[in-house]
């Protein structure tokens, strides 16, 4: 999650306003392709023809597959639980268990502000491609986002509406809420309700801990709903 400076309650310029909402259009544009592909990944190929019912084959497929894609999901007490999950057809399904469980600590860190997930969720070399500006590189660089972003909203939570998975990757649609009662730059929040949206790609690799990823999120929202900023109407 991003948590770059931006101005206090001034009204940007139409110019200014248009640039950022070009800069936002294209990485937005990147982040949907990506879902885009996993959502192809997951639709699969076309089915070879059926087994007989009670065949080996059948055995096997019932065996290897669980019933729904959820079935797929940790539920230890505590840790998030995605809304729905999404698999490629012919995945291995013990490597996208893996995947998923990486998922919910991840998610569980961003839900809690709890950093003991996070560094059970991603490698000590760990790199962020979409890194903003001012933040660190490397797992050091969530632990300062969640710490900044849970200073203007203590309660923060974090949902998992989709997940998709292909292979040793997943894409997540995340919703963040809570309430802006904290400070931010300097400004005190006055109770606010803050809803927004955000977007992950997550690479795992070779092991079950994240090695690098891509995120979007809907920071504009975000600071209009805190009062942070006011944009200007296009002419």
């Known amino acids: 999650m991003s948590t770059q400076t931006h101005?206090?309650?001034?009204?940007?310029?139409h110019d200014t306003t248009t640039a950022?909402?070009?800069?936002?259009?294209?990485?937005?544009a990147a982040v949907i392709a990506a879902a885009a592909f996993a959502l192809s990944a997951c639709a699969g190929t076309p089915s070879a023809p059926s087994a007989p019912a009670?065949?080996?084959?059948?055995?096997a497929s019932a065996a290897s597959a669980p019933a729904?894609?959820?079935?797929?999901?940790?539920?230890?007490?505590?840790?998030?639980?995605?809304?729905a999950v999404h698999v490629a057809a012919g995945a291995d399904m013990q490597q996208a268990r893996a995947v998923v469980h990486t998922s919910q600590v991840l998610y569980t860190f961003w839900?809690?502000?709890?950093?003991?997930?996070?560094?059970?969720?991603?490698?000590?070399?760990?790199?962020?491609?979409?890194?903003?500006?001012?933040?660190?590189?490397?797992?050091?660089g969530p632990r300062v986002a969640s710490a900044g972003f849970r200073a203007a909203v203590p309660d923060l939570?974090?949902?998992?509406?989709?997940?998709?998975?292909?292979n040793d990757s997943f894409t997540a649609h995340l919703v963040?809420?809570?309430?802006f009662t904290g400070t931010y730059n300097g400004i005190q929040g006055h109770g606010q309700t803050i809803d927004f949206n955000a977007f992950d790609i997550q690479?795992?690799?070779?092991?079950?801990?994240?090695?690098?990823?891509?995120?979007?999120?809907?920071n504009l929202t975000f600071l209009q709903q805190a009062g942070l900023v006011t944009v200007a109407s296009a002419k």
């Open 7 to 13: 101005t206090q309650t001034e009204t940007h310029t």
């Open 20 to 28: 950022r909402r070009r800069g936002t259009t294209v990485l937005l």
């Open 54 to 59: 009670g065949s080996p084959s059948t055995a």
């Open 68 to 83: 729904n894609d959820l079935d797929l999901v940790d539920h230890t007490p505590g840790l998030v639980v995605p809304g």
């Open 111 to 140: 839900n809690t502000g709890d950093t003991s997930y996070l560094d059970q969720a991603v490698t000590s070399d760990f790199r962020d491609n979409t890194l903003p500006p001012g933040r660190p590189q490397g797992p050091t």
């Open 157 to 166: 939570t974090c949902e998992v509406p989709e997940l998709y998975l292909t």
């Open 176 to 179: 963040f809420r809570g309430h």
């Open 203 to 218: 690479h795992v690799g070779a092991g079950t801990r994240i090695n690098e990823d891509w995120h979007l999120e809907d």
